[in-house]
């Protein structure tokens, strides 16, 4: 059919205010740049001074514990009350959305101070007989409840209701006909549930829980009302006493950055070893800059 | 062999207020290729699933090999088996799909040993040397690596076969195997099915594929509105049917 023809000569589109809204912002932007090295209120040998001050990495690290237990413990509890949510098991169920509206329904922080004041309501914690029976052991509740483990319970617990919904959009998004397929071959619901159907709703469940764990990073600033030392405090005791406050909050800002984008990397990688067996060819990986510039959210 | 491989009695479903069988009696012989025809909605996907107890049955009986299908009864009470008892008895019925449901995450071979291995506890050794030779037997020795969407769908339905077959079945259902298929690669599958019924193995089939009915199917069956509307040898049946809803419905497909 193409026999004998010519090569066609395509005229692409011309897109000429791309050429001059491009040209106007990089201008803007440019000068924006200048400024923010040319100014010297913005203290820039004071952050490299403070990047890998003690303090600021002692800070640095708290921050990242607290990230990566409070996710976990967020994602084995969402697992669960997903789970539950999904179970057949009416009180189950009732449950776990008893739980999701209570911890979605109050601030992150309420919940914190909550939960390092809990020795005022119950000062021994124990386990024991239910409704007045002998008790087993007990403790004393202000020797539990530590900053650390208050801040780890509040956002810990907190995460767990919003990773629920996650992970229940994920479970919902795997087709009926995969459960099917694999009780005939004669396997158990809980088997079914690992080996077939969390694997496939991992597609659906990672790209949030990417957004959840970067969001949880600046999240945890929030601890500061419980007195528990991370970065913003570490940056906050620091400039409260040389008073260099934009430099300091640029230093903790530099960090969070990279670890965002350390987060984003990783969050790449994950998806890549689950999208197997997806899509036809794998697809092609968009580009680290491009990665890193959008947000963790967008749809595989 | 005097118990029959199924044994339906009077087995009724409804989905709320719908009467989806209506009293079905069947016996399936050791051996036995019995296909099952009949209009959408006349409850045939239905009986199927009851026969490995993917549905309830609401009332009548469903033996497999003598065994009561979902129940254990004790006096005349019936008591419900836990769902870990259901799964074990499931081990020995081959299901095949019309959409084929294979896991899309694993590939052929994986998806093949992942029941031999998770669920009978074969070593991984053997169960893939076993399912190599099954890839084999349905003609895909090559692409024991793929993974399902890099197959064709009669390539993937010979895959769900395998995959069927590798738990070593004493009975294999087939829900309408070819229906999801291009004209041109319902052959294969079908070539598959016809060996099986060679070596023996117990199949009830749901198909739209005449041809295969009468020529490898040993009984026929013509379902209409949850009830069983005539029941006998595939040639008599797709030939001289008695029945006025079997001429009916046979002039609209033949
Ligand atoms: N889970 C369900 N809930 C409610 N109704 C159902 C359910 N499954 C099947 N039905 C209904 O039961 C009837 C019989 O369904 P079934 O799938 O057994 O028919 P079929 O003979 O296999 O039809 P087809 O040839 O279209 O596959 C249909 O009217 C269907 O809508
Ligand atoms: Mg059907």
Redesign the pocket.
Known sequence: MTQGHAPQKVVPVRHPWRWVTGAILAVLIAQAATSVVTNDNFGWPVVWDYLFDPRVLQGLQNTLILTVLSMVIGVVGGILLAVMRLSGNPIAAGLASAYIWLFRGTPLITQLIFWFYIAALYPRIGLGVPFGGPEFVSWDTNTLITQFSAALLGLGLNEAAYMAEIVRSGIQSVDEGQTEAASALGMTRGRILRRIVLPQAMRVIIPPTGNQTISMLKTTSLVIVIGYYELMVAAGQIYARNFQTIPLLITAALWYLALTSVLTLVQTQIERRYSRGMSRSSKASRGLVNRLLTSGSDQV | MTEPMVRAEGVCKS?GR?E?LRGIDLEVAHGEVMCVI?P????????LRCINHLEKVDAGRLYVDGDLVGYRQRGDRLHELREDEVAHKRRSIGMVFQRFNLFPHMTALENITEAPVGVLGRPKASARAHALDLLDQVGLGDKAAAYPNQLSGGQQQRVAIARALAMEPKLMLFD?PTSALDPELVGDVLEVMRKLAEQGMTMVV?THEMGFAREVGDSLVF?DEGVVVEHGNPRDVLGNPQEERTQAFLSKVL
């Open positions: 989905y719908l989806v009949g959408s909605g006349s409850g045939k996907s239905t009986f309408e749901v379902m």
